[in-house]
């Protein structure tokens, strides 16, 4: 078997057909190296972005810090991002450009950003500028950034980005892909939450698809489909969860409450 | 590979730690042993836990069972036979994250899926953080922790500083100590844009704690080098921290 692998390896039109897209749900439907996702590599500079969970339902605010990546790690200054806004159904809500950006930035989103829409949906943050000077071609940012959660007005309560989901080009020329995220036929992926779900008032988990394909997912005994780039979010009951799915890395954002209290993790 | 766990105690936190027997990708439950670790006299103590396994799936550490010193850690059941009290190895190769709660009594509480890798634990270096991401000038208190965990049994003074980014020079400068949870409490008028945490010699995890009307929020921050997938990744970071080490140093 080593061998045959060997063999596989050094055959350039294998290897090839074995990076494609079908090559990757084959991989991954075969549980043969499988892969969870895959930097892209373009001839121009870019800016990836994570799929950010925004909620304004239930009377939350979002709150969401990024940095201005190109100036503290290239020195360029007068960049700009753009943040595109889709609802829980994956339809673009809202654009936003920022420009005169400090070295490390906030934004607040709460139901008056979105017109009184109290909901919940997904975001992305593109970084752009038009100097290119000492970009090197294969320079690849990703902005994993914080977001605070706050409900009726309390602390906000952070976490990290998640996962790697949308790219584009940093010089602002190139359409937006996603199909980093690298799925499987079948639902053989297990992801288990190492967290003991016991003793809380309420769980939700938020499933956001990051891919360009259908995710498929069963919690509980039940099954969720999530077309791509869409969220939901589930109340789980049970003190320990694993999800089986046809995605490697479906780890969704875990928010805990008890008593007036709230906690808001990744998994 | 190992991974190491540890918590936070002072006189407002404590915290609570579950720490899984499986996977995330293998919900099998592992026949393992938990253990906690703690330099003394340039030696390390090994004490096995054996009463706060609560189900086939978790241990879970209470207040009680956690100081500032102590690491944690799954192994196999027969380590204290051929553990070496000079160097901290890997035990045992079971890829996990516990999760550290932290809480305020009759309070909020908050928590994230952490973890010390064994990677981690042999390597200097200088850490390097942004101050203004996750801590918050609204909030009552506001506090950095570096949790350092390094492979010998030391516990040696370094130092911490908030850096002013754009005025090139040191805001304020802390002791942290090797092997422990370093607890430094932060003034809001330095939770700017422009300052970092940045740390002399060893590393850590930089955790960042907030505190309002009893709510808590509780997270880390993630290294300069996860920010870029490019092959000159370390030049570009190692570029910053050198500005950062001129500051210090001038």
């Known amino acids: ?267 | 590979m190992q991974h190491f766990f540890f918590g936070i105690k002072n006189e407002l936190l404590n915290s609570e730690i579950q720490i899984p027997l499986f996977q995330n990708r293998k919900f099998k439950s592992e026949n393992l042993q938990l253990y906690k670790c703690f330099p003394e006299k340039n030696k390390w103590i090994i004490e096995k836990i054996s009463q706060r396994k609560i189900n086939d799936y978790f241990f879970i550490l209470k207040e009680e069972d956690i100081s500032n010193k102590d690491i944690f850690f799954l192994a196999d059941n027969d380590l204290e036979k051929k553990f070496n009290n000079k160097i901290l190895e890997n035990y045992r190769d079971f890829t996990i994250r516990a999760n550290l709660k932290i809480y305020l009594r009759h309070g909020g509480f908050s928590s994230y899926q952490s973890d010390y890798p064994y990677s981690m634990i042999n390597k200097l270096g200088t850490i390097l953080s942004p101050v203004s991401s996750l801590c918050n000038s609204q909030a009552e208190k506001n506090y950095i922790i570096i949790r350092n965990i390094f492979e010998k049994p030391i516990e040696e003074k370094f130092k911490a500083y908030l850096i002013n980014y754009n005025k090139k020079k040191i805001e304020k400068e802390y002791d942290l100590q090797t092997n422990f949870t370093n607890i430094l409490e932060l003034d809001k008028e330095l939770i700017k844009p422009e300052i970092f945490i940045v740390t002399e010699k060893y590393i850590g995890i930089p955790m960042f704690v907030s505190l309002k009307n009893k709510f808590i929020s509780f997270e880390h921050t993630l290294p300069p080098h996860e920010y870029i997938f490019s092959k000159n990744v370390f030049k570009i970071v190692t570029k910053l921290k050198k500005e950062m080490n001129e500051i210090i140093n001038k």
């Open chain 1, 1 to 267: 078997m080593k061998s045959l692998i060997n063999k596989f390896k050094k055959n350039k039109l294998l290897k090839f057909l074995a990076n494609t897209e079908l090559g990757f749900l084959l991989r991954n439907s075969l549980q043969v190296y499988p892969q969870s996702f895959k930097t892209p590599k373009k001839k121009y500079p870019i800016s990836i972005s994570d799929c950010f969970l925004w909620r304004t339902d239930k009377n939350y605010q979002t709150k969401f810090k990024y940095a201005d990546l190109l100036n503290l790690f290239y020195k360029i200054e007068n960049s700009w991002v753009e943040f595109h806004f889709y609802s829980k159904n994956n339809k673009l809500i809202k654009i936003r450009k920022i420009e005169n950006l400090d070295l490390f930035n906030e934004l607040v989103i709460d139901s008056k950003f979105f017109n009184n829409l109290e909901d919940y949906g997904v975001f992305y943050i593109y970084h752009f500028s038009m100097n290119s000077k000492i970009m090197e071609e294969d320079n690849v940012l990703v902005n994993r950034c914080y977001l605070g959660y706050s409900q009726n007005n309390n602390l906000f309560s952070f976490v990290h980005g998640n996962v790697y989901a949308k790219y584009t080009s940093i010089l602002s020329n190139k359409k937006i892909e996603h199909n980093m995220m690298k799925m499987s036929f079948l639902m053989n992926e297990n992801y288990a939450i190492q967290k003991y779900f016991d003793g809380f008032d309420q769980t939700e988990l938020v499933f956001i698809n990051p891919s360009s394909k259908t995710l498929k997912f069963k919690i509980e005994g039940q099954k969720y489909m999530l077309k791509a780039g869409c969220c939901r979010i589930i109340e789980i009951k049970q003190p320990v969860i694993s999800i089986l799915s046809n995605c490697r890395l479906l780890r969704p954002t875990v928010f805990s409450y008890k008593n007036r209290y709230l906690d808001v993790h990744h998994s």
